[in-house]
C-alpha cells in the first residue's frame, strides 16, 4: 500500500526551493502518443483501482486563498503495456486522498524519467486549457523528481 503524502504545516517542512539549479530535461520521445485527461485515460492502459506500487514522484500546491487551494501528489504506475500519471489530490468533503488517472503513454521507447516529466507536463498543459491553472505556489515535496526538475517542467508549461 502507498503511504499518504505529508502535508506541511510550516515552511520548514518543505523542501529547499530559493536555490534556483538549472537542470535539462530529458529528450521528449518521438512519438510521444499520450492520453491526457480525467477520464481521457483509456481503460486497458491503467489498473482497474488505485495502483498498488506506483513511484512517488512529487507533492505540489497551489494555495489562492485560506478556502481556496489545490493539493497533487503525482504518482506514476508502470503497467504491462502503459505508463500511467496518477494525481492523488486531498478530497476535504471526505476527509481523505483519491487516486484518479491523469494521463498515460505507451512504454515502447519511453523510459521512466521520460514518461514521469513528459506525463507531468501534459496534464498541467492539460489543466491551465480546461481548468485556467496558474503555476503552482510552492513544492511541498520531492521523490522522485527534484525541486529543480519541476521548476523546469512548470517554465515549459507556464512561460
Avoid at 488505485?50 to 503525482?74: C, F, G, I
Avoid at 496518477?86 to 468533503?93: A, E, L, V
Amino acid at each position: 500500500m502507498t503511504n499518504n503524502p505529508h502535508i506541511p504545516m510550516s515552511p520548514d517542512e518543505l523542501p529547499q526551493q530559493r536555490i534556483h539549479e538549472v537542470v535539462e530535461l530529458p529528450d521528449r520521445p518521438e512519438p510521444f502518443d499520450c492520453h491526457v485527461g480525467y477520464g481521457a485515460v483509456p481503460a486497458d492502459a491503467i489498473p482497474m483501482s488505485e495502483p498498488r506500487n506506483p513511484t512517488y514522484l512529487a507533492q505540489v500546491e497551489w494555495a489562492w486563498s485560506p478556502m481556496h487551494n489545490k493539493l497533487d501528489a503525482y504518482y506514476l504506475h508502470r503497467g504491462r503495456t502503459h505508463w500511467s500519471l496518477w494525481t492523488r489530490y486531498w478530497d476535504d468533503n471526505w476527509g481523505q486522498w483519491e487516486w484518479v488517472a491523469a494521463a498515460c503513454v505507451g512504454k515502447k521507447g519511453v523510459s521512466m524519467h521520460q514518461a514521469a516529466v513528459y506525463l507531468l507536463m501534459e496534464i498541467w498543459k492539460y489543466e491551465v486549457v480546461v481548468c485556467d491553472l496558474d503555476e503552482f505556489h510552492w513544492i511541498n515535496e520531492t521523490e522522485y523528481l527534484s525541486v529543480a526538475e519541476l521548476r523546469a517542467i512548470g517554465r515549459a508549461v507556464w512561460n
